[in-house]
């Protein structure tokens, strides 16, 4: 059912992909990515290492443009979270055939339909591939994979992630404390798996200075060095906009919030998700637990985060409301 699930939605994003390079959708930050992707280079901070590994990679599919095969990596994540978050609804309900499945077929298609997420889907940009992260993070902590291999994995997917968007930073304590949660308290070794995967992912970032040592044509801040990777990492010139919104324009920002919440989910969507916490929290509570925190510090991060471009910070709380 998943796996239909993705595959339905993927001839939509496919119809309404973007032939190139388009500023459409706040993607204005693509032709950086791409071009970066490209000559194997470093593009603008956070550095994406992740992100530029995998484009680099699709983009050696003959097929369209460079842009065009870039376009068609958000469009296969999306398809696959929208899958992956059916597969999660359907196993956290199971025992209950008739509306658990339904429930996993609307959570899919809701989030994969949301415009926000549709937007995202047919651009090259990160934010198709964040949202696929924080679904395998969601998928680790389900009781029926409570394994050893989980944790290492489950890390993995944290480090790895945060390569792609470091955003990703706001669930990892949460995710961290979750995945060692054995019961009736934190389980040492879990917490040792889970962090050893995620340094490992993290890894990735490896990238950046060694890309910048070999000087490519796409070099912001010459990570070579520490105070360059510094620089690119740490996102220094995005850094005054966390929480940087000024108080006067907090009305009209809480204004366009609510908006944009009849928009991409409905008033009925948050009535159903409401419900849909209260009845889910007794089969997962890990799950639904960093779904709320997930939609709670993804809120408050997109509310005062000051760029014309804070609507794509939604996208995570809109994954958390469909499922």
């Known amino acids: 059912m998943w796996a239909a699930v993705g595959a339905s939605l993927l001839p939509v994003y496919l119809a309404t992909l973007a032939p190139s390079i388009t500023w ?12 970066a992707a490209a000559v194997s280079g470093v593009a603008h901070p956070t550095g994406y290492p992740t992100y530029l590994l995998l484009v680099r990679l699709v983009q050696f599919v003959p097929l369209g443009t460079l842009a065009y095969r870039a376009n068609l990596l958000s469009a296969f994540a999306t398809a696959l979270s929208s899958g992956l978050i059916c597969y999660l609804v359907q196993a956290a309900y199971r025992g209950a055939p008739v509306w658990g499945q339904a429930g996993g077929v609307l959570a899919g298609l809701s989030f994969g339909l949301a415009p926000l997420v549709w937007s995202q889907a047919v651009i090259a940009e990160v934010y198709a591939l964040h949202a696929l992260f924080i679904v395998v993070l969601l998928l680790a902590l389900l009781p029926a994979v409570a394994t050893p291999t989980r944790d290492w994995l489950g890390g993995l997917a944290l480090g790895l992630g945060l390569g ?50 070999a000087r490519p044509p ?76 997930t939609a709670i510090v993804s809120l408050v991060f997109a509310t005062g985060y000051n760029t014309a471009d804070w609507l794509v910070y939604l996208l995570p709380v809109v994954l958390a409301l469909a499922i």
Not at 190 to 212: K, N, T, W
Not at 231 to 238: E, I, K, R
Request: hydrophobic content about 60%.
């Open 218 to 293: 796409i070099n912001w801040g010459n990570a070579a060095n520490w105070q360059g990777f510094w620089w690119v990492v740490s996102a220094a010139p995005y850094r005054a906009n966390v929480f940087g919104l000024p108080v006067a324009a907090l009305p009209q920002r809480l204004q366009a919030l609510a908006e944009q919440f009849a928009i991409q989910v409905g008033w009925l969507g948050l009535a159903l998700a409401g419900t849909g916490l209260l009845v889910g929290w007794g089969r997962a509570p890990r799950v639904w637990a960093l779904a709320l925190w």
């Open 164 to 213: 792609n968007h470091l955003t990703l930073v706001l669930l990892a304590p949460a995710w961290l404390a979750l995945s060692a949660w054995r019961g009736k308290g934190l389980n040492a070794r879990a917490a040792f798996r889970s962090l050893a995967g995620m340094s490992i992912g993290l890894l990735v970032y490896l990238y950046l200075p060694l890309r910048a040592a």
């Open 24 to 35: 459409a959708n706040f993607g204005t930050d693509g032709g950086d990515l791409v071009t």
